[in-house]
């Protein structure tokens, strides 16, 4: 029989799944950041405008997948966090609306605003969406100021007063403060950017723009690495959040994410496979010039890797999305899931 915690996992699962998917697809917006660096020609800039132009709604569909699988998995998070960390999302997601406008109208008769402001907008997107998604994502790690009242929570059909509420009146904008986040947000902004470059490498036949994407995926790499690895060393020996299995009272562990890592051995060795295959897909590419196919390695690296450190996020008794001001608020995959009939529906 399938349990309610097993349902609970699974769709932790597929939520991590759905980030690393998310993540890889960035690429459309790393292209988009490079319009102008990349091309120096208006002909070259219509051939990377139309290679991303046929991959762009892979990235916003994931999106809105991601989204919505969060709500309807883990609803007390998409409150939380989408109604707290309000201008982050907003922001993030505005970026994502004028992309859309950007490659459906930019070369339409009668644009009355011309092709350099929709690329305009797209270069916002490659930045900002990147950026904040990766900032948005480094708070699962190091929390946000948000309090819940589970007291709150009204029976099926009636109204009640707000579960959660978000404590800082910057409402999102103040991770922005936290200097971990910002290195993941730079790291996912320059990985972006770097599998863009092997992405334009792969697909395009023309000698000038390989040798610049070719420059570029050194350009981008070298900073992905110092940035992640910034990132992922402050993670490992930081504190984390931890739950009591019996209690569910969350507590400060030290290095309990690297502690996750240990006690969970095969996610472990998968996110150091993906991560040999995002630094194999990169570093190859640099030094060998006939290879063209980096990109498969390093976006399948890419997935593995953010895959487990959502894993790494939300298993083992540990609240993937904490809260720094009130620990006992803290969401994990037990207190915030929908019920089990919910799950199991949506698990066919």
Same mark, same amino acid.
């Given at each position: 029989?399938?349990?309610? *915690?097993?349902?609970?996992?699974?769709?932790?699962?597929?939520?991590?799944?759905?980030?690393?998917?998310?993540?890889?697809?960035?690429?459309?917006? +790393? +292209?988009?950041?490079?319009?102008?660096?990349?091309?120096?020609?208006?002909? *070259? &800039?219509?051939?990377?405008?139309?290679?991303?132009?046929? &991959?762009?709604?892979?990235?916003?569909?994931?999106?809105? /997948?991601?989204?919505?699988?969060?709500?309807?998995?883990?609803?007390?998070?998409?409150?939380?966090?989408?109604?707290?960390?309000?201008? %982050?999302?907003?922001?993030?997601?505005?970026?994502?609306?004028?992309?859309? $406008?950007?490659?459906?109208?930019?070369? &339409?008769?009668?644009?009355?605003?011309?092709? &350099?402001?929709?690329?305009?907008?797209?270069?916002?997107?490659?930045?900002?969406?990147?950026?904040?998604?990766?900032?948005?994502?480094?708070?699962?790690?190091?929390?946000?100021?948000?309090? /819940? +009242?589970?007291?709150?929570?009204?029976?099926?059909?009636?109204?009640?007063?707000?579960?959660?509420?978000?404590?800082?009146?910057?409402?999102?904008?103040?991770?922005?403060?936290?200097?971990?986040?910002?290195?993941?947000?730079?790291?996912?902004?320059?990985?972006?950017?770097?599998?863009?470059?092997?992405?334009?490498?792969?697909?395009?036949?023309?000698? $000038?723009?390989? =040798?610049?994407?070719?420059?570029?995926?050194?350009?981008?790499?070298?900073?992905?690495?110092?940035?992640?690895?910034?990132?992922?060393?402050?993670?490992?020996? %930081?504190?984390?959040?931890?739950?009591?299995?019996?209690?569910?009272?969350?507590?400060?562990?030290?290095? =309990?994410?690297?502690?996750?890592?240990? *006690?969970?051995?095969?996610?472990?060795?998968?996110?150091?496979?993906? $991560?040999?295959?995002?630094?194999?897909?990169?570093?190859?590419?640099?030094?060998?010039?006939?290879?063209?196919?980096?990109?498969?390695?390093?976006?399948?690296?890419?997935?593995?890797? /953010?895959?487990?450190?959502?894993?790494?996020?939300?298993?083992?008794?540990?609240?993937?999305?904490?809260?720094?001001?009130?620990?006992?608020?803290?969401?994990?995959?037990?207190?915030?899931?929908?019920?089990?009939?919910?799950?199991?529906?949506?698990?066919?």
């Amino acid at each position: 029989m399938i349990t309610y *915690e097993f349902l609970q996992h699974y769709w932790w699962i597929i939520m991590s799944l759905l980030a690393g998917l998310l993540v890889f697809l960035m690429f459309v917006q +790393g +292209g988009q950041s490079m319009l102008n660096s990349l091309s120096h020609k208006e002909d *070259e &800039k219509k051939l990377l405008i139309n290679a991303m132009g046929r &991959k762009w709604e892979y990235t916003f569909t994931t999106l809105v /997948v991601f989204g919505g699988a969060f709500f309807a998995s883990f609803p007390l998070f998409y409150s939380t966090s989408f109604g707290g960390a309000y201008w %982050a999302w907003m922001i993030m997601l505005f970026s994502f609306v004028v992309q859309a $406008v950007s490659y459906e109208f930019q070369s &339409k008769p009668g644009n009355i605003f011309g092709p &350099k402001t929709y690329r305009a907008m797209l270069f916002l997107n490659g930045v900002i969406g990147t950026f904040l998604l990766g900032v948005i994502a480094s708070s699962f790690f190091t929390g946000s100021e948000f309090t /819940v +009242g589970k007291g709150n929570i009204a029976g099926l059909g009636t109204a009640g007063p707000v579960i959660s509420q978000w404590q800082n009146p910057l409402m999102g904008l103040e991770l922005l403060l936290n200097p971990r986040n910002v290195a993941l947000g730079l790291a996912i902004l320059f990985l972006a950017r770097t599998m863009a470059s092997l992405f334009f490498l792969h697909r395009l036949d023309h000698d $000038v723009l390989e =040798k610049r994407s070719r420059k570029f995926v050194l350009y981008n790499g070298i900073p992905f690495v110092v940035f992640f690895l910034i990132f992922l060393i402050w993670t490992l020996v %930081a504190e984390g959040y931890a739950v009591n299995p019996a209690t569910g009272e969350v507590y400060m562990e030290p290095m =309990k994410y690297l502690t996750n890592f240990i *006690e969970m051995p095969a996610v472990m060795v998968l996110f150091v496979l993906g $991560v040999l295959a995002v630094l194999y897909g990169i570093f190859y590419t640099v030094f060998n010039a006939k290879f063209k196919k980096g990109i498969w390695f390093a976006g399948a690296g890419a997935v593995v890797t /953010v895959t487990m450190l959502f894993l790494v996020a939300g298993f083992n008794n540990t609240a993937y999305y904490p809260s720094s001001i009130d620990p006992q608020s803290s969401l994990t995959i037990y207190n915030s899931s929908s019920s089990q009939f919910t799950l199991s529906v949506m698990a066919g």
